[in-house]
């Protein structure tokens, strides 16, 4: 009789998270185990990739509210939703301000909502929180072995955690699964009580899936062969990405005299600020804003370098991704990236900021037999590390803590 496994996740917006948890639902033996999915909303462009052989659960509309501005949801008629967005942001922006710690209006939020949610009616052998909060988790599933992960690095986020809010929550968990040992080592900082209950599974990343998707189509209408050399950095834009600053290193090395386009995939709050910070440098023929893209391979495939330029990181999967298409990668030293790259063997590692980026990124320009270094090393390395969920079935049989 196969055993049953619960996943919850966000969605499958187009992001590093989704892309991972893809990663884990293409690894899972379906010989072995039932496989049911729980996203709190059924948005995404990567909704049609999930593997056919899973169970998606009905949405709960509930949670796919959260998201809504207020006023829409007041307009919309979603009272009850609009109440609870409204009680915990003012509750979550008071809490923050006398402690000092991030703003909680949307945890809270979560939380409510998931106390006011029927329970799924399944009892599991395992259940998967892929992404915090896991009051859902906590609150409405019914399973032998219960993990939630982290994929962010606490000890470097702008605004410290709410720990004496967020303790109970992470302390009902079976396990805390890090994807690095940077970031179980940053967890651990920020919740020395919850040491026993972290472990380290990777983001799990399948090279076969990741080539093939590369494959499928040909970019040159939007990357073109020009005689510039083609940088790309993919990911949400947001704070921790850093993708103002990087407009900035875009205009220091075209100021120095380097021809190159800079390209940027994704979408996100701070996509205002890119786009004004490329009006004030006149950067519009060089940092250039792709947008989403269902399908980034292909783009990461045509580029020369690829760039991470992240104020912090838990563990990017964009870096692992361009490994595996055999890409010479430059990082920030955020707190994690030794757990991304092998320093100046698949991957440079250069300072943290505008300069500092635009230094790195001219060093790689300047040094072709560095850039072929990395590329023929990435090729010796094998990222595909889909044996990571084993690690999942061995805590489940009981066997000794992962470390």
Request: hydrophobic share 40%; with cysteine.
């Amino acid at each position: 009789m196969k055993k049953k496994i619960l996943i919850i996740g966000p969605g499958m917006e187009i992001g590093g998270v989704e892309r991972s948890l893809l990663g884990l639902l293409n690894s899972i033996d379906y010989d072995i185990f039932d496989v049911d999915l729980f996203l709190l909303s059924h948005t995404g462009e990567f909704m049609s990739l999930i593997d056919k052989r899973v169970t998606l659960l009905p949405e709960n509309k509930k949670f796919s509210l959260i998201g809504w501005p207020i006023l829409e949801l007041v307009r919309r008629g979603h009272w009850g939703i609009a109440t609870i967005r409204l009680l915990s942001k003012f509750y979550g922006d008071l809490r923050a301000k006398l402690s000092g710690s991030e703003t909680l209006n949307i945890t809270i939020c979560k939380k409510v909502i998931s106390k006011i949610s029927s329970p799924l009616p399944e009892h599991y052998d395992i259940a998967l929180g892929f992404f915090s909060p896991h009051y859902f988790l906590e609150n409405k599933v019914r399973a032998d072995l219960k993990i939630g992960w982290v994929h962010t690095d606490y000890a470097n986020v702008n605004e410290k955690p709410d720990v004496k809010y967020t303790l109970p929550m992470w302390n009902k968990l079976h396990y805390i699964a890090c994807v690095s040992e940077n970031v179980k080592q940053s967890f651990d900082s920020v919740y020395p009580s919850l040491i026993d209950k972290t472990i380290i599974i990777e983001n799990i990343m399948s090279s076969e899936f990741i080539k093939s998707q590369a494959n499928l189509f040909d970019v040159e209408s939007e990357m073109p062969i020009d005689g510039h050399i083609k940088i790309l950095s993919v990911g949400r834009f947001c704070t921790a990405k850093a993708f103002d600053e990087a407009v900035v290193s875009c205009s220091i090395l075209v100021k120095r005299g380097y021809k190159i386009k800079w390209y940027l995939i994704g979408y996100g709050p701070d996509e205002w600020l890119i786009r004004e910070k490329i009006q004030e440098l006149s950067m519009k023929e060089n940092m250039i804003i792709l947008g989403k893209k269902d399908n980034p391979y292909p783009y990461i495939k045509a580029c020369d370098i690829y760039a991470q330029p992240s104020r912090y990181e838990g563990k990017a999967v964009t870096v692992t991704e361009a490994q595996i298409l055999n890409k010479p990668v430059l990082i920030t030293r955020y707190a994690t990236a030794t757990s991304q790259v092998k320093e100046g063997i698949d991957g440079y590692i250069c300072d943290m900021g505008a300069i500092g980026v635009a230094d790195g990124l001219e060093y790689l320009i300047n040094h072709e037999e560095i850039r072929e270094r990395l590329i023929k090393n990435t090729k010796e390395q094998n990222y595909n590390n889909s044996e990571e969920v084993n690690k999942i079935v061995k805590l489940w049989k009981g066997n000794d803590k992962i470390h």
